[in-house]
């Protein structure tokens, strides 16, 4: 079965995502499309590369997906597909897809550009999606290139004594998510004391559920991505504790 995703920054009160489908079904018409989100804020590459990011392994390898996020995009800005973990990628070469993956990619094509389309998604990203998903191969799409443009991620730092990381991400209940991943927590805890601080606050206790706190108090979990997660039990954290997208957050270890 082949699958096409659609995230971009569209929104749903417009015709615009129906309109990328129509143009995919014209030419693809066995294929599935799966909307991951029309939701992305505007033009944030940063919040649409941690939703992509969040989930596109979850799917089949070989599925396509096509990310109209800031397509528009600069003047100079090219039109690419990337075969990525065995995954396919179609969107503007803005930065994007170096945010999603450190592995390298498999492929790389610089598309075609279709002179004065004011909707690159519907225009040249969806006919492009719709026949990888087909089967056709990726370099008869496009022009083979080395490499693509690359942003990178806020890097954790961490030391025997202190993981400094930072929010990646407010998500839509106004929890926190953070860069600290599990497994640089768990080698450098080693049954050691810990402190976390973020803000004024300060905790000493990381939760496995959000439910184990009381209505409108605190939990801090490592969530399904297996990221420290800060949160208000039933509230708002972002708005009562002050914090934003790049808040830092610290942790610090106790001698031991």
């Known amino acids: 079965m082949a699958i096409i995703t659609l995230l971009t920054d569209s929104g749903d009160s417009d015709h ?22 029309h939701k992305i804020m505007p033009c944030d590459i940063a919040h649409g590369a ?3 990011k969040s ?6 390898k070989g599925t396509v997906h096509l ?7 600069n003047r100079d800005d090219q039109y690419i597909a990337l075969q990525l973990e065995d995954h396919f990628f179609v969107g503007v070469d803005n930065g994007f897809f170096g945010l999603i993956s450190d592995q ?13 389309t004011t909707f690159p998604e519907k225009d040249i990203l969806a006919p492009v999606a719709a026949k990888l998903a087909a089967g056709e191969a990726i370099t008869v799409l496009g022009k083979p290139i080395e490499t693509f443009r690359k942003m990178l991620n806020r890097q954790v730092k961490a ?8 929010v990646i991400r407010v998500d839509n209940y106004g929890n926190l998510i953070t860069n600290i991943n599990k497994t640089d927590f768990s080698i450098l805890t080693k049954g050691r004391n810990f402190t976390i601080q973020f803000g ?9 559920n ?3 706190t009381e209505q409108g108090d605190c939990f801090l979990i490592f969530n399904s991505l297996d990221l420290l997660e800060i949160g208000i039990y039933k509230g708002n954290a972002s708005e009562l504790l002050g914090l934003q997208y790049d808040s830092p957050v610290n942790i610090t270890f106790d001698e031991g």
């Open 50 to 52: 941690y939703v992509l």
């Open 104 to 116: 390298p990619h498999q492929q790389v094509v610089q598309l075609i550009k279709v002179d004065e």
């Open 210 to 212: 959000y439910y184990q």
């Open 16 to 37: 615009y995502a129906g309109a990328i489908k129509a143009r995919i079904v014209s030419i693809n018409a066995s294929v599935t499309i799966v909307d991951i989100s």
């Open 55 to 60: 989930v596109f392994r979850d799917f089949p």
């Open 67 to 73: 990310v109209g996020v800031d397509s528009a995009g």
């Open 159 to 166: 030391t025997r004594k202190i993981i400094a990381g930072h």
């Open 200 to 208: 004024g606050e300060k905790f000493r206790r990381i939760h496995t």
